[in-house]
Structure formats: structure tokens, C-alpha cells
């Protein structure tokens, strides 16, 4: 596997160490709030937390004091499950009040379950049932490209998400369309629900299939907030076809005993495993 | 000059495309079939073609839909109806984006391509989704107003057209309303309520019923969803028994929802159904299937006298 150096400016040294603080934050809450609840996808959500901060916080044009803009960047969370940690940074974008995450999957709740562009602001589109994100997003990409915008689409995929056969029509769709405006940045974390992707549905070499494809593809370390954004300039520095960053990640990451395991794709966190998960994030361990 | 309904819907649609620039089309390698190919030939710039592959098309709307385009989405029935409908459910239903999907060869009238290309159950499918739209249209008038309905509202919606001609029972420019059936014949003895092509069915078994002194209504219901659940309701009172005549099975389509409305507003009346029995239809040409598989005017006339029998 090859990691990309990296050549664009990507981030400053100063502004990591600010979103690497914000990390920890969002994965002290996210066990926190999925502790209470007794309900939500820990696994999946810990593994895509960088993405999703180098996006929000340095990568994309969103801001929530004019969430209507037309030329606002997208940021599209395929993997639906992993709404938590979406929630997380929407709140701290300013979408809604950060302490509405305490009411994540609650009766008459604006944070349902899964991700819903009806009743939360700042979520572009309703996603859950899995394959469905990349063929909006190039929608999207190419709505934009006919109104001449600058906007950037960004669909964060799940590597068990790939499984569906919609993500490869829109892989040659998007090829085809020449959509430079799209970047899909995969969480490839390895696990699924029922086990290891491996052994699940093996994926085998996924530069290999989307270079096949015709797409751009860079590899990265997904919990690498500077690789990431270096990942992402090149995405976009890259013309006439669409980009994805493979971005190699840790399923649970952060919490030791929930990393690359499957058990912790969605299963409740007891009190003991909370007490020692607090610890290890409190500590940094992993962060 | 006579055109069939699919020709008559690209030409809509090539026209809605001129007075409006948002309006963008996808179709599924069908453009020659659905006629999406007229848009195409005049703004290639924002038609679509994805290639076979529905449920992509039908998700990509979705991101048209959310960035300010009306998006309309072509393939066949069978198809936009069943591989489109995941992607349908999320964002067009649940989601509320304006998506416009369209069921080209509604019906049985991809004859000779066989049961795998009829859509007999597409409207008892589109017709679950919440918030969703649905229309079954029976003439040329009423599918170039489906078109402009389209665009004017925003609204998610599936309409079903069909591949072949339907009998003109409008003068161009007709006006329709958003859940408002259209009264073709009034009569005293017994209703027939009926969408697309079954419309000139029924006013065909009108005419027959009326030379044996039976006096036939005829409603065409081609507002689906919403249902004109006040013109079903006139039907029950003012002639006491209803028959239905949907190009569908007779399983949640037209006839479904006739009755859910009849229940609901208290109207017992007896009521037929008329349509494929829980089956699927073979190859073969249009008008054969339609008679062997009781869709036709001789299944209605038939259904009327069944009804009639067990009028109070």
C-alpha cells in the first residue's frame, strides 16, 4: 500500500493539533451519549471521526449561518450509521446546539437514527439504507457543474457499504461524467457488521477496481488529519474524473477493546466497558 | 395527427425543457423507447443517460433534486417501479425531493416483450410510499397537463404512461385538477371507475351496457394519488354499485384504493374489480392479452352484470 506524501499545502501544523483536540472531544461524547442511549453504532463512528473533522473543519466550505448557500461544498455521509459523529460536527459547526446530541435517537428527536435531511439542519441528504450516497452525490456534482459553482461534493463510504452493487453504477456513471467535482473518501476500516470484510464480501484491491473504473484514487491514513487533507487537495486538484480517497482506518478507533471488531458495529455499551472506554479517551490513548 | 402517449409525453417534455432550464432528464439506456431522446437531441447538456442501471438513475435525481433541478427519471414501469424503488423510498418518499418518475410501457403495453416488461403491480408499489404522487393517464391532453403538473409541483410523483396510442377523450389544452377525477358519461345503474387505457374501455362497455338498457357512469380516476375520494363517494350514492378497470393486478391498484375510500366513507355498495387476477399476462399482441386476461370491454360488461346482480 502505497501512502500518499502528500505535495499540496494541506494543513498547518497548528490547525491539526486543534482538530486532533476536537477528536478526542467528539469520541469522549460520542461514548458518552451512545453509553446513555443504549443505542447507536460505536464502531463505524469512531473509525470515520478524522474524516469527517478534516472535512468539516479545514477541507469544505460549510457554514451554518447560511446553510442555503449554492455554492456551499457537500458533505454526504453514506454510511448513515455513523450518524453520531456526523451529529457531532454539525453541532459544532453551529448547526444546533451541541447539547442536543443528548437527545441522538430520542422519541420526537431532530437526530433520528440514521442521518435526515428533513429534520436535521445541515444533513444533505437522508442516507441509511447503504449504496444509495455516491449516486446522489454525483447528482449533486453534477447539478452544481451545470450552474457553473466551484462546490466541491465530499460522500464518505463505508467499505461494507461497497458491497452494494448501486456504489459500482455510480463509480462508471461517474467516470463517465467526467465528474471532477465529486470526492468520495472511503472509511476502510475492514469490518462489517457480520465480521471481517474479508470474510464477509472480500473487496480485495479497491485502488485496483477504482482505477479500473477510471477514477483517481490516493491512499491514506484516515486517522491522519494532515494526510487527509493532503488527500483531499489532490482529489481536487485532479481534472476530468472523479477522485476517492482511500482512507485506511481502525474500526472502534481509540477505545482498545473495540478496535477491529466487528461485535462493535452496533452492539450497547455496558457500564464497565464505559468506565475503561472513558479512561483510555481521557488518557489519549489511541487519539 | 395521432401520436401514441410516449410520443406525446417526449414532445411535453421537450417543451416544459424550453420555458424551463431546471427541468434535467436521466434516462436508463430507454431514450428511444421512453422518447426522453427528444429532450436529449435539443439540450444534450442536461439530459442524462446512465446507462442501464435504474437504481443509480433514480439516486442520482436525488442529488438534481437537492441542488434546485426537477429531475425526471426514465425506464420502463417493470423497472423505475422495482429498481428504482430503494432509492425512491429514501429520497423521493421519505425525504420529500421533488423527483419525477416516469413509468414508460405502463400496463400491458410492452405487449410482445412479455410479462418481464409489463407493470402490472407499479401502481400498487408507488402508491405505499408516503407523500408520494401517483397518476395513471388516459389521453394525449392528459399527459401533456401530467408533464406540466410535474414541473409546476413540487411534489414527489410517478406517473405511468404507456408505449402505445390511447383514444383522445380531451380537447387539447383541457384543464385537469390535482385530485379531481373527470366525469366522461353519467348514468344512473352502475359506475365504472377506471385509469389509462381501461378508461376507453369503459366507455366502450358504456355504450353496449346502454343498448341492453343499463345505465353506466364512467369516472376516469387518473388522479390515483391523490384519489378523488368525493367522486368515488357520488358513484356509490347516485347509481348504488361500482366496478373498477385498472390496466393492474387487481391488488392495490385502482380497485384498492376505490374501495379503501368506499369503506372509509361508509358507502356499502357492491364493487368489481376488474384486472389481471393475481396473475401475470404472456406475450402477445396488446389487444389478445387485454381480452384474455379481462381487461377489456367485454371483462367490464361482464363485471357490471356480476355487480348488478348483487345490488340491493
Known sequence: MAISAGTSAGISAEDRRKLEKLCQKFRRKLIDVLHAKQTGHPGGSLSVCEILV????????????????????????????????????????????????????????????????????????STGPLGLGLSAGLGMALALRLDRSPARVYVVLGDGEINEGTVWEAAMAAAKFKADGLTAILDWNRVQLDGATDDVMPSGDLGAKFVAFGWNTIHCDGHDIGAICRACDEAAAAKGRPSIVLAHTVKGKGVSFMEGKSAWHGSPIKDADYEIARRELDEGVGA | MKIAIREAYGQALLECGRENGDIVVLDADVSGSTKSAMFKKEFPERFFNVGIAEANMTAMAAGFASAGKIPFVNSFA??????????????????????????AYGGLSDAFDGPSHHAIEDIAVMRALPGLKVYAVSDVAQTRWAVRHAVEDRSPMYIRLSRDYFPDHYAPGEVFEDGKAKLLRDGGDVAIIACGLMVEHALQAAELLGAEGISARVVDMFTIKPLDAGAVLECAAKTGAIVTAEEHTVIGGLGGAVCEALCEGGASVPVTRVGLADRHAECGPYAKLLHKYGLDKDAIVAAVKKTLAKKK
Open chain 2, 78 to 103: 417493470a423497472f423505475v417501479t422495482t429498481l428504482g424503488l430503494l432509492p425512491a423510498r429514501a429520497f423521493a418518499s421519505y425525504s420529500k425531493l421533488p423527483i419525477k418518475l416516469m413509468g
Open chain 1, 54 to 125: 478534516s472535512l468539516y473543519f479545514h477541507q469544505a466550505n460549510v457554514d451554518s449561518g447560511n446553510p442555503g448557500d449554492p455554492n456551499r461544498d457537500r458533505i454526504i455521509l453514506s454510511k448513515g450509521h455513523a450518524a453520531p459523529m456526523l451529529y457531532l460536527a454539525l453541532a459544532e459547526k453551529g448547526f444546533f446546539p451541541y447539547g442536543e446530541i443528548d437527545t441522538l435517537r430520542d422519541f420526537e428527536t431532530r437526530l433520528q437514527g440514521h442521518p435526515s435531511i428533513k429534520d436535521t439542519p445541515g444533513v444533505e441528504l
